[in-house]
Structure formats: structure tokens, C-alpha cells
């Protein structure tokens, strides 16, 4: 329903119910209303507030910036912002802008001024829709105008205005434990693994992200995919923010080259599985199998394609096994299982190629936790 139409219902209801009561409420009733917005002024349709450079920011209606704001604008409500920009402006819908000003404080700007936003604050702005073209000479009061009360907290810090960060990386293959202070990270990959997806948060909406030098925006997830080469590849993630402070973040994937399978003289392939853990290099455990004069068999062991891993008993391990800092999951026969498995917990988990339980990423699209229990 048309918003002058509901208004115009609820002053009707209003102004019989106050009927009833006598006259003399009537008029007070009548003067509040008037106080409270302007019918002869157009209502926005729409708010859009941006960075100095061009850059969205987003509308919320609430302080815990929880709820966009997805509907036109309320007269008389008030919204939310945050941003780490220094200088904002602000554009509209629904009204012809020699109408409306915003003010911060005592001071009006007019509409796709640039507004300075104090760092680490929370700076009001109101935005009034006037009936007719601004006048600085005129004495306005409250019913000459519609208003609209914007808060914007600026997340930077006086002392820390350079402190720009992504929330979090997260690779499609391979994995890593990420930290926004920690800026270069070492992954391995499988050698069938041709591209990964990465994908950069930032920690504030309107940072811009780069990968490789190409700009990822939040529709696209703050995603892109990128090629790899058999060996080092090197892929440079850029977070900067609207007053050029940046940070580079440096991933060296290293796809591994194909294994070449050796056999002993009894026909039993006696390496191990490259273990493959927050970007350590392949680890090669003893090679305890048997020798043919009845050795005991210690840790990994190939047999007939199939990965074991034995104690230091002699005995097969089954269920998950932490072998350095990954883990591995083998069936009742000891089969050291990949893919995806099951867990006597309803939850599920992905073993890569090598057998490592893979966590904080994304595989076949569903997001592994740092747990390695898929997210659902």
C-alpha cells in the first residue's frame, strides 16, 4: 500500500479516537503530527551512501548491522553504517536534490558532497527532504521537512589507520590456518590438482580485494579461480582500503609432481603417503615393511596399492590416527580411506588424495570447519 495512503488512514483513526475525547486534544494532537514529518515533502525512495572514491556501503537497520536495509527508507528512522573510510557521500532517490541536505551537526551538505568521517567514532548525519529548494537564509522548523537519521561508525583507529586485513583465506584444495597478521603462507596440492579456488574475505565490506590483480567483489564471493603449474606457483591476495592503506597476502602453492611408485625385491611398495598439512612439505616416515627376513612393519606400508599404517607393535591402525599434524582415517581393515567419509558422529569429513583429513576450506562447494566436519 501506497506509504500516503497509510498515513493518511492512521491520522484518520488517530484523529477520531481524539475526536471523541474533546477538542482540545484534537489541536494537540494535530500540532505533534505536524512537528513530526512533512506531508508536503517528498519521501526518498532509496539512500545510498558510498565512499569518497565510489565504493558501496551498506545500509543496515540495526546497531548490530545484522538486517540490511532492503526497503525504501522510513521518515523519522534511523540507520546504520560502517566503514573505513575517512570521507564518505551520500546520494538518494525520491526527491529533487536542491531539496535535501544533510547535516552533521550544524553544517549542511548537499547531496554527493564529500562528509569527513572521524576515525574511530560514530559520527550522525540527518538527512532532511525539504518542500521546496534549500535556503540557507530561511528558519526551518521540524514540519518543513522529512528526516532521516544515518549512524556511521568508522572501524579504524587513530592509531592504527593502516590496519587493513582480510577476515579470512580460503583455498578449494589444500588448506591452511589462517591469520590476519601472518601474511605469506606455504600450500601443497596434489599433482592432479590443475586450479584451486581462492577466496578472500575482507574484514570490512568496503575494502576492495584483488587476486592476482584482479578485483573480486562480494557477489562473486571474493572469489577467483586461478591455474597451476606443476611445482611453484605463486598467487598475490591484495586488501586496501578507500585511503590506499593496503596488505598484500603471498600464497606459494606447490603442486606436487606425480609419484613414481618403487617396488622392493618382494613387489611391495615400501614409501608413504605424501602428507600434506597446512603447507609443510611432503614427510617421509621410516620405511618399516618387511624386508623378506621378517623385519617388523612400522608406520606406513603399501600394499598392493593400498595404504596400512602400523604401530609400533606390529599392529594395524584403524579408526583416525594422527600421524604428525594430520590425521587419517582407516577402515576395520586398516585401509586408509579418501574422499568422503562418515564418522560414528553423523558428521561428515573429506580425506584428500594423500589421506589427510583436509579442514578450513571448501571442497565440491560445502565449507569444511577447522575441525574438518563439513559446515551444513
Not at 275 to 286: F, Q
Request: charged share 25%; aromatic share 10%.
Amino acid at each position: 500500500m501506497n506509504k500516503n495512503i497509510k498515513r493518511i488512514i492512521a491520522c484518520t483513526l488517530a484523529i477520531g479516537t481524539i475526536l471523541a475525547a474533546g477538542p482540545t486534544k484534537y489541536v494537540s494532537f494535530f500540532t505533534t503530527a505536524a512537528h513530526a514529518s512533512s506531508s508536503d515533502a517528498d519521501e526518498l525512495t532509496d539512500i545510498q551512501l558510498e565512499t569518497s572514491s565510489g565504493s558501496s556501503i551498506k545500509l543496515y537497520t540495526d546497531s548490530s548491522y545484522d538486517d540490511k536495509l532492503d526497503d525504501d527508507p522510513e521518515i523519522g528512522a534511523t540507520y546504520y553504517a560502517k566503514t573505513s573510510a575517512s570521507k564518505i557521500k551520500l546520494d538518494i532517490d525520491g526527491a529533487d536534490e536542491d531539496n535535501v541536505r544533510i547535516f552533521k551537526n550544524d553544517t549542511a551538505y548537499e547531496v554527493g558532497d564529500n562528509i569527513n568521517i572521524s576515525s574511530g567514532s560514530t559520527t550522525t548525519l540527518k538527512v532532511r527532504v525539504y518542500e521546496d529548494a534549500y535556503d540557507d537564509d530561511e528558519d526551518y522548523s521540524s514540519s518543513d521537512y522529512n528526516q532521516y537519521t544515518i549512524k556511521i561508525k568508522n572501524t579504524n583507529s587513530d592509531s592504527e589507520d593502516d590496519d587493513v586485513n582480510l577476515s579470512n583465506i580460503v583455498l578449494s584444495k589444500g588448506s591452511i590456518n589462517f591469520d590476519k597478521d601472518t601474511t605469506s603462507y606455504n600450500v601443497d596440492v596434489d599433482s592432479d590438482v590443475s586450479s584451486v579456488d581462492v577466496q578472500a574475505d575482507p574484514e570490512d565490506d568496503d575494502y576492495t580485494v584483488k587476486i592476482d590483480g584482479t578485483e573480486v567483489s562480494e557477489d562473486e564471493d571474493y572469489a577467483k579461480t586461478v591455474s597451476l603449474s606443476t611445482g611453484s606457483n605463486t598467487v598475490l591476495v591484495k586488501v586496501l582500503d578507500d585511503d590506499d592503506n593496503t596488505k598484500t597476502y603471498t600464497l606459494n602453492i606447490n603442486r606436487l609432481e606425480k609419484k613414481v611408485t618403487q617396488q622392493n625385491n618382494n613387489g611391495v611398495d615400501t614409501g608413504i603417503p605424501n602428507k600434506i598439512e597446512n603447507g609443510t612439505t611432503p614427510v617421509n616416515n621410516a620405511n618399516n615393511a618387511f624386508n623378506g627376513v621378517n623385519n617388523l612393519v612400522k608406520g606406513w606400508k603399501n600394499d598392493n596399492g593400498i595404504w596400512y599404517y602400523f604401530e609400533n607393535n606390529g599392529n594395524k591402525a584403524t579408526g583416525w590416527k594422527q600421524v604428525d599434524d594430520a590425521w587419517y582415517y582407516l577402515d576395520t581393515d586398516g585401509k586408509m580411506k579418501t574422499g568422503w567419509v562418515k564418522d560414528t558422529n553423523g558428521k561428515w569429513y573429506y580425506l584428500q588424495a594423500s589421506g589427510s583429513m583436509a579442514k578450513s576450506t571448501m571442497v565440491d562447494g560445502y565449507r569444511l570447519g577447522s575441525d574438518g566436519a563439513w559446515i551444513n
